[in-house]
């Protein structure tokens, strides 16, 4: 008797020792680092890698996104500054210029994206964008006058005067052209890293550069899910799941702007007008393909409300979020399966069909 | 006694004992069978007044006869609803063996220290807890899944001690009935200790 | 056999029971997900863990100087900071596993690390 009770109560300490056991949950094999890498805090999220591999791939990491933000970047001197010089430079008659198999890709891609989003998506907007000083680390405080916004929308190119062949990039018409890949160079940037990853025998990660991500895998026997910052307020929205390899692109009237006299004027700049487009607070795009999705952002911001389903069917983009500045949805049905709201109240939902 | 006689009582005992498990089962079965067709507030969520029955039989007749009535419950009652081998099956499976490991333990270390509510309170806990877990592991394994658990224990506890209150007001009644039956039937059962 | 009475230590466990019920509430459905440490990274130096436990005022230096943040009943925010638009400043307090915030222009991100599973495994902004 005394026997059975004591093992009774052993028994029963085991119980609690497994209930309190599993309920806390176990810590994941996650490896997470922060890296400042593409004038950005790149966080990254690698599942079942020890420390070292991770320390090891996040220099690697860092270094070519550093070295790509080299050559990407539009105002330091640099392979693109060249390009563009030799494109806008009045003296050299043909105004042409060779680049590397890899950058003729990058480009064309770009150039293909601009033509599908209507040009709302423009590689060519460097030098509104410096009047607006949206290319510097602290924007500026004053928003330019209407006339030099006019003036600088006379002088951008249009995209049929780029022309591209055999890696042959030529300017066909009379005004300087300025790449500013922008609002696209993260995206293949991402890409790019997701592809390291992959050959370095990483399967199941997450690369977030400044906001936008890319995810593959899952995080062991759960999949990843990805929450979507509030545009008015600090935390999250909404959350997804990822399914197996997606990116997840969000612009935002929040990420940078500049407050003057009261009216908040931010980075995602119409090329139609000049102006910061003005209709939504933030666009969610979710792709296979990082490029696109980054494209896709910012072209269906500028789009607004009324164009934004359009634009999508062009560029080939079903999942897509819109949040609007009084935190209604609008959101694509393939989409609205898989988000959920975070938020409480839940907020108010319009699914939108895509034409 | 002889060894002859005993082997007889055992017998009859054993009859008997049967004939208990049988009795109690199917009156567990048809609570069970009627409860089901009452429409649940709240997935997970359900009086469960079959575990009256458990319980009771586990304050008479002591954890194996309780074992017994509770798992050809949750077998034939499945069988009869028509969820054998289903998702709700194996909830219900899950939540009977916790409790009756829980109330089991407990019955062997405090006896008769906890009434027919506290077993039932017990129960009732480990019953949820268990489900809770058989469903986040094998069907959800979604962690906004916690979110319900708070409520779904707070259920737990509330119709553990409405369970105790009806067992309780129960046994007063069945007391003279069946006083004579455990006297008889303990025995064999003690003796085999 | 147990008589059909209720005992002390029926009360006792139904006691227990109630008591503990608040704490479940608390636990699955209050301040979830909660940090328990700041993780201080600024670019080309170590990472700094400070428990949000402790309060206090850390000054970091950053590319263009230094910046200030306050760890207070378990919450961390930047304070000040030498950068133009102090957004940092703006993203206010931190307490929740994963939350982060970060002065670009000064190299420097907070972020609150938990020891169960943050809510989300990365957050879009």
């Not at chain 1, 545009?231 to 799941?241: E, I, K, M, N």
């Not at chain 2, 009535?69 to 899950?94: A, E, H, N, Q, Y």
């Not at chain 3, 209050?30 to 600024?42: A, D, K, M, W």
């Not at chain 3, 940092?88 to 929740?96: F, N, V």
């Amino acid at each position: 008797m005394q026997y059975r009770r004591t093992s009774a109560l052993l028994s029963l300490l085991f119980i609690c020792i497994l209930v309190t056991a599993c309920s806390k949950t176990q810590d994941e094999p996650i490896y997470r680092n922060q890296i400042f890498a593409f004038g950005t805090i790149v966080e990254l999220t690698l599942f079942n890698t020890n420390d070292e591999t991770g320390d090891k791939l996040s220099s690697e990491i860092r270094l070519m996104m550093e070295e790509f933000h080299h050559h990407w970047h539009a105002w330091q001197n640099g392979p693109l500054t060249e390009l563009n010089n030799a494109l806008s430079d009045t003296k050299n008659k043909t105004k042409q210029y060779n680049v590397s198999t890899e950058d003729a890709k990058v480009i064309n891609q770009a150039l293909a994206l601009a033509k599908t989003s209507d040009a709302l998506f423009h590689p060519t907007l460097g030098k509104l964008i410096a009047l607006w000083g949206f290319h510097k680390d602290e924007p500026n405080t004053v928003p330019p006058s209407a006339q030099q916004i006019v003036d600088t929308l006379n002088s951008l190119p249009s995209l049929e005067d780029i022309s591209i062949e055999n890696n042959t990039i030529s300017n066909n018409g009379d005004k300087p052209i300025h790449f500013d890949f922008g609002g696209f160079a993260k995206g293949v940037i991402v890409d790019r890293t997701i592809r390291f990853l992959r050959q370095s025998g990483v399967e199941n990660a997450i690369v977030n550069a400044g906001g936008d991500l890319r995810a593959i895998g899952s995080a062991g026997n759960r999949p990843w899910r990805i929450g979507i910052r509030h545009p008015r307020d600090l935390g999250v929205f909404a959350s997804l799941t990822i399914d197996n390899d997606e990116a997840v692109f969000t612009s935002g009237d929040y990420e940078r702007y500049f407050e003057h006299n009261g009216q908040r004027y931010h980075h995602i700049i119409d090329p139609r007008s000049g102006y910061p487009a003005n209709t939504i607070a933030s666009v969610t795009v979710v792709h296979n393909d990082s490029a696109t999705a980054d494209a896709a952002a910012t072209a269906l911001f500028i789009a607004g409300k009324q164009h934004w389903p359009r634009i999508a069917k062009s560029m080939g983009i079903e999942h897509v979020m819109i949040i609007d500045k009084e935190n209604k949805v609008e959101i694509t049905a393939k989409l609205a399966q898989r988000m959920e709201y975070e938020v409480t109240p839940p907020p108010n939902i319009e699914i939108r069909h895509l034409p | 006694m002889s060894a002859n006689t005993k082997a007889i009582s055992n017998s009859i005992a054993s009859q008997r004992h049967d004939h208990i498990i049988a009795w109690f089962a199917a009156l567990a079965i048809a609570i069970h069978v009627l409860e089901s067709v009452i429409p649940s507030p709240l997935p997970g969520i359900k009086i469960g007044l079959a575990n009256i029955v458990t319980i009771i039989v586990l304050v008479h007749f002591g954890w194996r006869t309780a074992a017994w009535v509770s798992l050809l419950r949750v077998l034939i009652g499945s069988l009869i609803i028509g969820s054998f081998l289903s998702p709700t099956f194996v909830l219900s499976l899950s939540g009977a063996c916790a409790s009756l490991i829980v109330i089991g333990l407990a019955y062997t270390l405090l006896g008769d220290k906890l009434s027919a509510l506290g077993y039932s309170v017990l129960a009732a806990i480990a019953h949820i807890l268990a489900q809770f877990w058989a469903a986040y592991w094998l069907f959800i394994p979604h962690d906004a899944l916690f979110h319900l658990l708070p409520v779904l224990l707070t259920v737990a506890i509330i119709t553990g001690i409405v369970n105790g209150i009806l067992a309780l007001a129960v046994q007063k009644r069945l007391k003279p009935l069946i006083y004579e039956s455990i006297h008889t039937d303990e025995q064999p059962a003690k003796s085999s200790q | 056999m147990t008589r059909p009475a209720i005992t002390t230590l029926d009360m006792l466990l139904i006691a227990i029971a109630i008591a503990a019920l608040p704490l479940a509430y608390q636990q699955l459905w209050g301040p979830n997900y909660r940090g328990t440490e700041v993780n201080i990274l600024v670019t080309g130096q170590e990472n700094q863990r400070h428990s949000l436990l402790r309060n206090q005022t850390l000054t970091v230096n950053g590319k263009l100087g230094d910046s200030v943040i306050r760890i207070k009943n378990g919450k961390a925010a930047f304070i000040n900071s030498p950068c133009a638009n102090k957004q940092c400043i703006h993203s206010g307090w931190l307490d929740r596993n994963g939350d982060t915030t970060a002065c670009l222009p000064n190299r420097i991100t907070l972020s609150v690390v938990g020891n169960g599973i943050a809510r989300y495994d990365s957050v879009n902004f």
